[in-house]
């Protein structure tokens, strides 16, 4: 097979699991200049998981990217993010 039509392969599960994760996310924080406990992670991949299960695989990031949105127009606090997550959740999973 020639290479320029070789598959592309996924990566291994050893590389996308959850240190790559959590390297990631402390890598983007720290580049985007905010705080080191900006973010509750398994929240923000609960509210994917019910979007895209519940609505459609596209409904994901664009639910969590709303559910930000909204959550720091409302002052930015944990409260204020969970509360709006669990808005778009129950939005998600009627």
């Not at 994917?48 to 409904?59: L, Q, S």
């Not at 990031?61 to 997550?85: K, M, N, Q």
């Amino acid at each position: 097979m020639p290479e320029d039509t070789a598959p592309v392969l996924p990566p291994s599960p050893a590389a996308s699991g959850p240190a790559v994760l959590d390297e990631w996310v402390t890598r983007l924080v720290r580049e985007l200049g905010l705080p080191a406990d900006v973010i509750n992670v398994a929240l923000v991949l609960d509210l994917a998981r019910d979007a895209a299960h519940g609505v459609a695989r596209p409904a994901a990031p664009l639910t969590t990217f709303l559910v930000g949105y909204a959550a720091a127009l409302a002052g930015g606090s944990p409260d204020d993010v969970e509360r709006i997550a669990a808005i778009a959740t129950r939005l998600a999973t009627e």
